[in-house]
């Protein structure tokens, strides 16, 4: 039995475990949840009542989460003097699954992010977000209902590793005249300097989490998205190491666009999941055209930034749009935005990006049924145009509710 220092989990319910790669869920898991700094009570407060809502009904009782409060960010300063204690990280390696309210990262105590700080310890490598639209949400584009995709998004690696020298530096002026002397280059000496790094480990477990969801949940393609066309060593590689992971390990479901022309006359044969590649600037186009042709996106660190905030603005915003960041065995679910702090305590914010996120935590720990609901509510709340103040102003005809307000209605639509 494990032991924690600070904090201890609830004496009732059972830890996840993994067995052969995969979650062991008892009917009563432990999830420990950090509550998160500004509006985090708020939006996390109002997510455990509605998945523990959606639970009771899916299961008529049979299954109930036990939560576990773990501390970080200004809460666990203000509790043990320290911004992420030890006992948080254990908790989160032991039970393999938990929820994150947003953090804000203090000025001055030595961390560049928490948040980027937990997903380093923890290896977080993939930010997984599903981006689909709820009827009568506000949207600028004319069919948002086309858009169903979830990005897989690489997120230790590329130019966001943090490997930069300040222009003038004496490191920066180091790699200048080492590439300039012995690499043939000719940057100028007033340059900054930022390296981008992909290797082969990091794209090809990326690639394995997508190709895994989309055998799982039954999607129709996985498209690495890339500018392979201009950085052949870096973006070009990540694409050719991801078919190289589709054609060698995933061989029985998938097939190329090319395989699917030639062999099969242009139509996807049942069970086969076709593996395309696009260029990141076309793909901007294509998902804002023709989006019901693209399903399961990979890509590396800084395409998967935008990608993520483009496609989320066309289904109407960071509102509702759901993120986890995840390890082959451990999984951090949180919001996509961050701690609004002008709106902190004053139950007013929108919970939904929070409450999408733990839906797609109950689709992980096979709680297929209370994830469903928990669609089905947000969608019938959304219809009746009971929203929170960031949608209403978009919405002609709409109610304002509060945080907990938002939550009651997804309840009473489940
Ligand atoms: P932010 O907290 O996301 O808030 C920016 C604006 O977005 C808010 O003023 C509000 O806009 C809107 N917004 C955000 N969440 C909302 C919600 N749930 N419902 C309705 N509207 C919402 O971004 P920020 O002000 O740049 O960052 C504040 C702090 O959060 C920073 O300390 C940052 O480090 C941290 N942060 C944490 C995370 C994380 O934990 N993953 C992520 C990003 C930022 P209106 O004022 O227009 O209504």
Redesign the pocket.
Known sequence: MIKFKKFSPPTEGEAITVKDGKLVVPDNPVIPFII?D??GPD?TNATRMVVDAAVEKASSGKKKIAWYEVYAGELADEKFGELIPEDTVEAIKHYHVALKG????PVGKGFR?L?VTLRIVLDLYACVRPIRYFQGAPSPVRHPEKVDMVIFRENTEDVYSGIEWQQGSKEAKQVIDFLNTTMGTSISDDSGIGIKNISIEGTKRLVRMALDYAVSHNRKSVTFVHKGNIMKFTEGAFRNWGYEVAREEYGDYTITEDELHEKYSGKQPDGKIVVKDRIADAMLQLVLTRPEEYDILAMPNLNGDYFSDAIVAQVGG??LAPSSNMAKDTFVF??S???????AGRNM???G?LILTAAMMLDTIGFKEADALITKGVAGAIEQKTV?Y?LERLMEGATTVSTSGFGEKIIENM
């Open positions: 998160g500004g509006i939006i947003p953090l804000t990262t992010s948040n960071l509102g949180e919001a935005h961050g701690t609004a702090p002008k709106y914010v929108n919970p990006s929170t960031d």
